[in-house]
């Protein structure tokens, strides 16, 4: 498996990051080394080995379903770059 | 009508020849819950901005989602409500997209293991025919926040109280054949939560909303298509995005399915894409933000660990089931001997139900109790504008009611009089037919003697009922109005009979 420069840019699209113009190429022999190393695993055989999820061997923990949060909208708007009567405020956004 | 009533067969004609549309619908229906799926916050609605909200709803750093119990076993409930498999290996998975309502950057979903796999309800249309729709899966996700647009004209305000709210999208197979059939399948649907207590079910508050997938065909390519499972019988599909109301899924259903037939008919070629469904215009159009959202970039949640079920914790919720819908509606008709037709009334709305239920629990008898409550009691209800859990009158009060009428105390028309009393002023309908002297005259002795004068006062009248036996209904009346209308007609009429020699 590896991935184009295309592909780079798309990726970088896709999670909202700056396109690394100057750096595609590099960036991408970069991340095709990363993945011909993982791709090593491939050696080993898994026949009839249940894919794990998880290392962990505890269950998964479970909530009651009561209020105990909440009600700090003041925390809640402290880091937005601008907020009024009490929303977060963004840019233009709609369909 | 391009809807034949006989076979329920939803055609469009074509310029090229006929079309039938097969449609699928992905419903996400709102949990009800007190807290949210993963935070402590409230579910509570309507309440001012962004303070049902956590650190963990806004996405704060280091936050950790921790699942709400009961939310897992209000899918489980759904799941068997729906007559579902029940997976007891389910695992959340990121679905990663950009929007200033969705804090994380990703949705928490289910994606390869759902919760909940296939199962089937069974539908009613209007003139009360049945059909089957297939469920593929039932999933919980979280839902994400509100952005309000109209607050400014550059910016655009978000609210994130729904923000981390427990979803169930349930996913239907495409067996629905006609913009009549998905409003059903979403009303059945509806009922059926209701029923469950797992979802509100209220389309104005949000709490159910639908993304309709459509394609057309050829009439038969739909049967090829279930016969053998191909997809490719049939025409590539659009996805009409969160709609929310029964009305609209149908005007959306006809607007695509018109708008997709002219494309192919004048040689062009259906994009597989998702629209918006324009409710002011009734028109669909292409959502732009989509074209490449699409790629969502599942991956396994590593903030939690896979959802395993013991049998018992399913098994608990299984022998604790309520009774549902279809179930209510046979025993009605099976048990209590209603028609289909009230039992359907009845059953198609849990308060209805749970209403009649509390009247025949008094003691009422079960046909005539359904007269009562579809007919004075809904229409009296319907004309004010109130819903059941509003009624002045109380189960005890119409079982008291059509306790007196079976027991022949009052007849069906001073019964409506009675209930007029009940319903303005209240009071027990036994003690205001004995305070009010509106019992019902059986006393034959005391008919007989009205009749008597009544032939005596209206010769020419008895005369007339001799040659024409249906003038007799003018002295029923006459005696009606003699006794207030407590006499007992059949009484009445026996005597007039006997007394006039017809």
């Not at chain 2, 209220?202 to 993304?211: L, S």
């Not at chain 2, 599909?237 to 997709?260: D, G, H, P, W």
């Not at chain 2, 299984?318 to 028609?339: D, H, I, M, T, Y």
């Amino acid at each position: 498996m590896s991935v184009s420069e295309d592909d780079v840019r798309r990726i970088a699209r896709l999670a909202r990051i700056a396109e690394p113009k100057d750096r595609v190429a590099k960036l991408t022999g970069e991340l095709n080394g990363i993945l011909a190393w993982v791709e090593m695993l491939n050696e080993v055989d898994v026949d009839g080995v249940e894919p794990m999820t998880t290392p962990v061997s505890t269950p998964l923990p479970l909530r009651d379903d009561t209020v105990t949060d909440g009600e700090i909208r003041e925390k809640v708007l402290k880091n937005a770059p601008k907020a009024e009567e009490g929303f977060f405020v963004v840019p233009k956004s709609v369909e | 009508m391009p809807l034949d009533d006989a076979t329920h067969r939803y055609t469009l004609p074509g310029a090229t020849g006929d079309w039938e549309i097969v449609v699928g619908l992905e419903v996400h229906a709102q949990v009800q819950s007190n807290a949210k799926l993963f935070s402590g916050a409230s579910t509570e609605f309507g309440a001012s901005p962004n303070t049902h909200v956590s650190l963990v709803d806004a996405a704060m750093p280091g936050m950790l989602p921790v699942i709400n119990r009961h939310c897992v076993e209000q899918a489980v409930k759904t799941g068997l409500g729906l007559n579902a498999r029940i997976n007891r290996f389910s695992r959340f998975d990121r679905k990663n997209y950009f929007y200033p309502d969705l804090p994380q950057g990703y949705q928490i979903s289910q994606f390869q293991f759902p919760i909940v796999g296939e199962g089937e309800i069974v539908c009613e249309r209007d003139d009360g025919s049945r059909f089957t729709v297939g469920i593929e899966r039932l999933h919980l996700e979280q839902d994400a926040g509100k952005s309000i647009h109209d607050l400014d004209p550059d910016a655009t305000y978000v609210d994130l109280n729904r923000s981390g709210v427990a979803l169930m999208e349930i996913v239907s197979r495409p067996h629905v054949r006609s913009p009549i059939e998905a409003a059903a399948y979403v009303r059945t649907l509806r009922t059926i939560l209701r029923y469950l207590d797992t979802c509100g079910g209220d389309m104005e508050k949000g709490q159910m909303r639908a993304d309709v997938n459509v394609s057309v065909c050829r009439p038969g390519q739909y049967e090829k298509f279930r016969e053998t499972g191909d997809f490719s019988h049939l025409g590539t599909r659009c996805e009409i995005k969160n709609v929310n109301s029964l009305r609209f899924i149908m005007q959306a259903i006809e607007y695509e399915a018109r708008r997709q037939i002219d494309i192919i008919e004048e040689g062009g070629k259906i994009e597989q894409q998702t629209r918006l469904f324009d409710a002011n215009t009734g028109v669909t159009r292409a959502m732009r933000s989509k074209e490449e959202a699409h790629d969502y970039r599942y991956f396994p949640d590593p903030d939690l660990l896979p959802l395993e079920l013991e049998e018992s914790f399913v098994e608990t919720i299984r022998v604790n089931l309520p009774e549902l819908p279809e179930a209510k509606r046979k025993r009605f008709v099976e048990v209590l001997g209603l028609s289909e037709y009230d039992a359907s009334v009845l059953v198609a709305d849990k308060d209805r139900a749970d209403y009649f239920e509390a009247v025949i629990a008094k003691g009422a008898d079960g046909k005539l109790s359904a007269n009562w409550v579809n007919n004075e009691l809904f229409g009296r209800l319907n004309k004010e504008g109130l819903g059941i859990t509003d009624s002045p009158a109380s189960p005890e009060q119409i079982a008291g009611l059509v306790g007196l009428i079976t027991s022949n105390v009052i007849s069906g028309k001073i019964a409506k009089e009675v209930f007029e009393i009940v319903w303005t002023e209240g009071g027990d309908p036994e003690q205001i037919v004995e305070s009010r002297g509106m019992k019902q005259v059986t006393d034959t002795g005391a008919i007989e003697k009205v009749v008597d004068e009544l032939i005596a006062a209206n010769p020419d009248q008895a005369e007339k009922v001799k040659v024409k036996p249906q003038t007799l209904g003018w002295f029923v009346g006459q005696v009606m109005k003699a006794t207030g209308g407590k006499a007992n007609p059949q009484a009445v009429n026996e005597i007039l009979k006997k007394k006039l020699g017809v």
